[in-house]
């Protein structure tokens, strides 16, 4: 009985001493608050440190980022007017409109000679169209992105697309480091692009040069007068093309295509390698050096032109040659319907060809045909 | 006799004084396999116009201040201008295409900072292995010379020479031969250009005025300048105005044999008519861009 009683004293207490546990561990603060509740959300310049444009006419002067909050229209005059460097402008998908009924104005226009500007992702849209004859009318802007009198530099332009401009496109001048990579030009009565740099990007239905830079390459460029359709220093990848100009010119030309019609050079430079010029009545492919090219033309141009041609294959359906170089051909084919196939001071392992014509006419023959 | 000589001074100043003052229109074409182009010359007192009067496309428009020398080049397709001074319209210095930055011509001495407190001198470059002679680079002044090419078989006995291309860019040159004839009424003299087996004949006159070639584009373009670029400046330069020029293939001839005879033509000037007459241009609509014209920038940038 005894030992009895003393279980049940004891199991009372380990009883007691578990429950005086749990309620110290579960025990609450003062319920008296600590003092006035604190922001504990970012403020609306930290969540977008960026400044809105809703509206345009719009000045940027003060640098920093900004961005379009929806399209913005002109009836008059430039949409936004960069004037200050170090800006950084997001067009977000949205378009810059001008309703002018006579071409005037810039679409993005850039104070004399600023520094450190980034533009991208947008729309600058106007009225200017082509006749299909090359006469280029509307209204509108009449620059798409371009500057007032010195140009700017450290500038880059991405993912942008102009188009109905009465005069340029997209004009940054070529003399410090300013990029266009990504962005479009349609259907603008002068130049296209103009920078220092081009990359993969495409200006057609130009009245005047389509795509001109230092540096242009995985470029398209479409001039429809007698204005070139790639003008560089180095042109890679790219593909020219001119109504009565040259399709491609530039000093150094890889893997590129140009074309034209009329009296134009499809490619003309000082060294021309993997490339295909064509041509109407003047020259397919001319220049100094002529490595693995095809030249085409179509009446009493060339095929290909050069001082000196390895591996290359020039062609005439008329009564141009095919190929003429002015000192070795090597390894070269040149075919004529009427005029020269191949005509050559040296020709060394060289085929030439014609319907009526002359098929070899060589000064010095090293087992050519 | 002192009378005489002041009459034919008087006469041949008159003779230079007309011949240096034509004032008219000069109506040509320039044929380019199936393409003709027409062209009118429009000569006033102080200017010179050049345009091309097949209206199917809108053709850029040529104006030359003859005084200044001044071109404006203007683009009736979307009613713009440019000006050309005088050196920027005469293509005898191509311009730089776009600028490249400049590569420096020697490495910099040293790359990073120098003299700095602590700093170890930079390792002195190892000298060049001695090889074995024959095998690699060869330091000092031991390297064996290269040995001489095998004789050609048969050479002193009829082999030909190498032969020597003819050089890089060639001078192409204007060059009288001496040949005249009258054309139109005018004393013509005959000029030859040869290049890349193309020769051009031209028959020029002095007795209207230095020519202008007509330009689509601003001119002075790099890379090589072909024939059909080149010689109207050329010409130009001479003061003399053609009224007939012919561009045609000529192929190379084979050692010892005669040049083969011209081909075909390549392309032709020739002037149809020349009418002296008065031009006015009283209110500039003729040698002045029309004053909705926007000025562009020329070329390059």
Redesign the interface.
Same mark, same amino acid.
């Given at each position: 009985m005894k030992i009895k009683s003393a279980f049940q004293i004891a199991v009372v207490m380990v009883t007691v001493l578990s429950f005086a546990q749990s309620s110290k561990c579960f025990a609450q603060g003062s319920l008296t608050p600590p003092g006035a509740p604190t922001p504990a959300m970012k403020t609306l310049s930290q969540v977008e440190p960026r400044t809105p444009i809703s509206s345009a006419p719009f000045t940027i002067t003060q640098p920093g980022a900004y961005y379009l909050t929806t399209n913005v229209m002109v009836s008059s005059g430039n949409g936004i007017t960069i004037a200050t460097n170090g800006v950084a402008l997001d067009l977000d998908g949205f378009t810059i409109f001008s309703s002018a009924a006579l071409a005037n104005g810039i679409g993005i226009s850039i104070n004399s000679g600023l520094r450190n500007i980034t533009i991208a992702n947008g729309f600058i849209q106007s009225g200017v169209t082509n006749n299909g004859s090359g006469v280029y009318s509307g209204g509108g802007f009449s620059y798409g992105i371009y500057y007032t009198t010195i140009p700017p530099g450290n500038v880059l332009i991405s993912h942008v697309s102009v188009s109905g401009s009465q005069y340029y496109g997209i004009f940054l001048g070529i003399g410090d480091s300013t990029v266009v990579e990504s962005c479009t030009v349609r259907t603008v009565g002068s130049y296209g692009i103009i920078s220092s740099v081009v990359k993969q990007s495409s200006a057609t239905d130009c009245g005047g040069i389509a795509i001109y830079g230092a540096q242009i390459c995985d470029c398209q460029g479409r001039s429809s007068t007698s204005s070139d359709g790639i003008y560089g220093s180095v042109a890679q990848n790219c593909y020219g093309s001119s109504a009565g100009g040259s399709g491609v010119y530039a000093t150094t030309v890889q893997n590129c295509l140009g074309t034209t019609g009329g009296t134009g050079s499809g490619i003309s430079g000082t060294t021309i390698q993997n490339s295909y010029g064509s041509s109407i009545n003047g020259y397919g492919i001319v220049c100094y050096n002529a490595d693995n090219c095809f030249g085409t033309c179509n009446g009493s141009g060339y095929g290909i032109s050069a001082d000196a041609a390895q591996n290359c294959y020039g062609y005439c359906s008329g009564s141009g040659g095919g190929v003429s170089v002015s000192s070795i051909a090597n390894g070269c084919i040149g075919y004529s319907y009427s005029g020269t196939g191949l005509s050559a001071f040296i020709a060394n392992v060289c085929l030439g060809e014609t319907g009526t014509g002359t098929g070899l006419s060589v000064t010095y023959n090293v087992n050519s045909h | 006799m002192r009378s005489m000589a002041l009459a034919v001074s008087v006469v041949t100043f008159a003779i230079i004084q007309h011949a240096c003052a034509f004032d008219g229109r000069i109506t040509a074409t320039i044929t380019?396999?199936?393409?003709v182009t027409p062209l009118l010359y429009t000569v006033g007192t102080n200017f010179l116009r050049v345009e091309v009067t097949d209206n199917?496309?809108? @053709?850029?428009v040529d104006i030359v201040d003859s005084s200044s020398g001044e071109l404006i080049l203007l683009?009736?397709? @979307?009613?713009?201008f440019v000006r050309l001074k005088t050196a920027e319209n005469v293509p005898t210095a191509p311009p730089s295409?776009?600028?490249?930055p400049t590569m420096p011509s020697t490495p910099p001495q040293q790359v990073g900072p120098t003299g700095v407190p602590g700093m170890p001198a930079p390792p002195p470059m190892p000298g060049m292995p001695q090889m074995p002679a024959g095998v690699g680079p060869q330091s000092g002044s031991s390297t064996p010379p290269m040995p001489g090419m095998p004789a050609m078989p048969g050479a002193g006995n009829g082999m030909p020479m190498m032969?020597m291309?003819?050089p890089?860019?060639?001078k192409t040159e204007l060059t009288a031969t001496g040949d005249k004839t009258n054309l139109l009424g005018f004393a013509c003299e005959k000029f030859e250009i040869k290049q890349?087996?193309q020769v051009m004949e031209i028959w020029a006159t002095d007795e209207l005025l230095p020519f202008q070639p007509y330009l689509?584009?601003q001119p002075g373009?790099?890379?090589?300048a072909?024939i059909?670029e080149q010689w109207g400046q050329m010409l130009k330069a001479k003061k003399m105005f053609p009224l007939l020029a012919i561009l045609r293939?000529a192929?190379?001839?084979?050692?010892g044999s005669a040049a083969?005879p011209p081909?075909?033509?390549?392309?032709r000037f020739q002037v149809l008519s020349v009418t002296a007459d008065k031009i006015d241009d009283q209110g500039g609509d003729l040698s002045q861009p029309p004053p909705d014209y926007?000025e562009?920038q020329p070329?390059?940038?």
């Open positions: - | 380019q396999g199936s393409q199917s496309r809108p @053709n850029p683009f009736p397709n @979307n009613r713009s295409p776009p600028t490249m032969p291309p003819p890089m860019m060639e890349r087996g689509q584009n373009r790099f890379g090589p072909m059909e293939f192929p190379p001839a084979a050692p083969p081909g075909p033509e390549r392309m926007q562009i070329l390059p940038f």
